[in-house]
């Protein structure tokens, strides 16, 4: 009898099939209304859902979209020391693509990069999850590489990140590449990049 109140107060489990529905929903709806436009009602319905299913896991809209932009980098890990900072690099990128590939990443990133420009609080939780885990992620790699000896030690983490992402979400922004042929420009960034960052 006493075990009864312990799993009473575990209730129902989670569905992760609900999970991955609210979270594909969100995304979906993000990509075709953007932020200001999505409501949870609109989740609910393209999930399959109910309201109640999505406010027992997010309290409110922001908290919805937040969990659902930090799904996009739930994959990304510091990979495995190539031996290189080009190698690391390339490897950080493969992730990107996969991930970018799941996501419609060529159409979500720009839509929400232009409207977090004037929307403060997405641009805080794109900023929060969705970027600030990717520069994480480059500066372990950065400084991997400057205890090979292939950083200059004056070089600055922030600013080498800035030159090898930069370009990359430049592309995204204007358009005009595939996801492969994003993935072999971000190879030949990253060589420039590394020419001008390497001890002289």
């Known amino acids: 009898m006493s075990d009864a109140p312990t799993t009473a107060a575990r209730g129902r489990p989670r569905s992760s099939a609900a999970d991955a529905a609210i979270v594909r929903a969100t995304l979906e709806l993000l990509v075709e209304e953007g932020f200001r436009a999505l409501s949870v009602e609109q989740v609910a319905r393209r999930a399959g859902v109910g309201k109640a299913t999505i406010y027992r896991r997010h309290r409110d809209k922001h908290e919805l979209v937040a969990a659902a932009v930090r799904h996009l980098h739930a994959d990304l890990r510091v990979p495995e020391d190539t031996g290189s900072l080009r190698g690391d690099f390339a490897a950080v990128a493969a992730q990107a693509v ?52 292939e950083l200059r030690p004056d070089v600055d983490t922030e600013v080498a990140i800035d030159l090898l992402a930069g370009p990359m979400i430049y592309r995204l922004l204007i358009g005009g590449m595939a996801l492969p042929e994003l993935a072999r420009h971000a190879d030949a960034i990253a060589q420039a990049a590394i020419d001008g960052l390497r001890p002289r």
Request: glycine letters at 8%; one cysteine or more.
């Open 98 to 149: 996969t991930s970018g590939g799941r996501t419609d990443a060529l159409t979500f990133m720009p839509r929400m990069l232009a409207e977090a420009s004037g929307e403060p609080e997405l641009l805080a939780i794109f900023t929060e999850c969705l970027v600030a885990p990717r520069r994480r992620v480059l500066a372990e790699v950065l400084e991997r590489a400057r205890a090979r000896g």
